[in-house]
């Protein structure tokens, strides 16, 4: 995941095991990069609450 984002093991660490509630530039940076490659690698998609649903993480639908 590290390799794939850009960004140092540690970083990953630090983030996955930070319980602030406080988003740094740098948090920020290193979180968009793993949502990245989360929607570009694996197909995740990331979604944010509407007026029927709540924010979620869900398998992309895929073409056919």
Do not use: C, H
Not at 26 to 50: C, H, N, P, T, W
């Amino acid at each position: 995941m590290a390799e794939k984002a850009g960004v140092t093991r540690q970083a990953v660490s630090v983030v996955e095991t930070d319980d602030s509630e406080k988003m740094d530039p740098r948090r920020r940076k290193i979180l968009e990069a793993m949502q990245r490659v989360l929607e570009d690698e694996y197909g995740i998609e990331f979604f944010a609450a509407s007026e029927n649903s709540g924010e979620g993480v869900r398998f992309r639908k895929r073409r056919i």
